[in-house]
């Protein structure tokens, strides 16, 4: 029977003091097993509180190097770690903070082939990667095993926090990162940290929320972010919440595959395309659009993302969602300019070319890079997810 000792006693008594965690819940800390991929801006923090928790197997997936940039957010390295493994470096980091844990550093990227074999011994996986293949690759796997996922990302001043894959009382498993995000962004629509800036204090509050939903999990103590996104805004201190559910097409996960290629499918969707295609496919800037909306034209103005979308950022247009434009053809004016939306120009590229070849419109344009060419050119205040 699992116990503590003396010195866990002493080290966790502020743990024991709480009537609704006690020792119960300390102990199933101490039998967890907790997956932190990425030791950077995220993973820094989540690890920190994770150890000091008392977690008793923590696993750490980095192949990256500590770099001289990484230290105005990454607080679990020094200036004496540049150069060094992020995972080798934040075990040092992690047993010189609690000795009484095991600590499995994993010094290699996750790919396809080696993903299921690290996450298969683990109770919860944290996503703490600053890039698309990755978190999709993740959430596939957690997908097959049959493992929660705790999401997390940041960029400029925002973060989202989002629990995926949850077990939850009717024996099904909760909405996944592909019911919020069915397909990649285009590559050249989304700038990284590098690119966009990151406030450093932003990951320590998104990596210590992601912390608090795996000890959530394990102990089942209060209501984790399952079907649920948390977006944080770092300047106005103010906490959304944004409720989603698998969607009823959703990608049904049988395999790993290759997500390099996976995530670069979008940057070249439309030059796959024959010639004919893409001159039949009327496309419209975002520059032309607002021109549109500000002549007071009559005009349609249709947005085919997921109503969570919707619902965080929009241009005013009518929702229909992608998958319910089969049975919403009767909607779609045949009589005025008709403008099809989605975030980057890619399922609204689709449903334009659908619709023309199916139900023979001829009055359709495809508003040329989504609602992120907007937000990036008309509007920058607008905050797109």
């Not at 000091?52 to 105005?72: E, M, P, R």
């Not at 293949?133 to 926090?161: M, Q, W």
């Not at 779609?332 to 199916?358: F, P, T, Y």
Request: include cysteine.
């Amino acid at each position: 029977m699992t116990t503590l000792t003396r010195e866990e006693t002493i080290r966790y008594s502020r743990h024991l003091a709480l009537r609704e965690f006690g020792l119960e819940n300390q102990l199933k800390l101490k039998q967890a097993k907790v997956l932190v991929v990425g030791a950077g801006g995220l993973g820094s923090p989540a690890l920190l509180y994770l150890a000091a928790a008392g977690i008793g197997t923590l696993g750490i997936a980095d192949g990256d190097t500590v770099d001289l940039s990484n230290l105005q957010r990454q607080i679990l390295f020094t200036v004496d770690d540049i150069g060094h493994n992020k995972a080798q470096s934040a075990r040092t980091r992690l047993s010189r903070l609690n000795p009484g844990i095991t600590i499995h550093p994993y010094p290699t990227a996750l790919t396809s082939s080696n993903a299921l074999d690290v996450l298969k011994d683990y109770d919860v996986v944290i996503d703490g990667t600053d890039n698309f293949p990755t978190r999709y690759l993740l959430n596939d796997a957690c997908g097959l095993l049959g493992k929660p996922l705790v999401y997390g990302s940041i960029l400029r001043f925002e973060g989202h926090v989002s629990v995926f894959n949850l077990s939850q009382k009717d024996g099904h498993r909760s909405a996944n990162y592909r019911d919020l995000f069915p397909e990649p962004p285009d590559p050249s629509s989304v700038p990284n940290c590098e690119e966009a800036g990151v406030l450093g204090i932003l990951p320590g509050m998104v990596g210590t929320m992601q912390a608090a939903e795996a000890i959530k999990i394990i102990t089942g103590l209060g209501e984790p972010l399952a079907e649920k996104l948390a977006i944080v805004d770092a300047l106005s201190m103010n906490v959304t919440i944004i409720r989603y559910h698998p969607q009823r097409d959703r990608y049904v996960i049988t395999t790993l595959i290759d997500y390099e290629d996976f995530c670069g499918l979008n940057q070249h969707k439309n030059k796959s395309l024959t010639f004919n295609e893409r001159e039949i496919m009327k496309e419209i800037t975002v520059q032309e659009l607002k021109q549109l909306m500000d002549s007071g034209a009559d005009f349609q103005l249709i947005d085919v993302r997921e109503p969570h979308e919707y619902e965080a950022a929009n241009l005013d247009g009518e929702l229909i969602p992608q998958g319910d434009i089969p049975s919403s053809v009767d909607k779609i004016s045949r009589d005025k300019k008709v403008v099809i939306h989605c975030r980057s120009g890619a399922r609204s590229g689709n449903m334009v070319q659908w619709l023309e070849k199916n139900h023979k419109f001829e009055n359709l344009y495809n508003l040329k890079g989504g609602i992120l060419a907007w937000a990036r050119e008309i509007d920058p205040e607008m905050h797109v997810s």
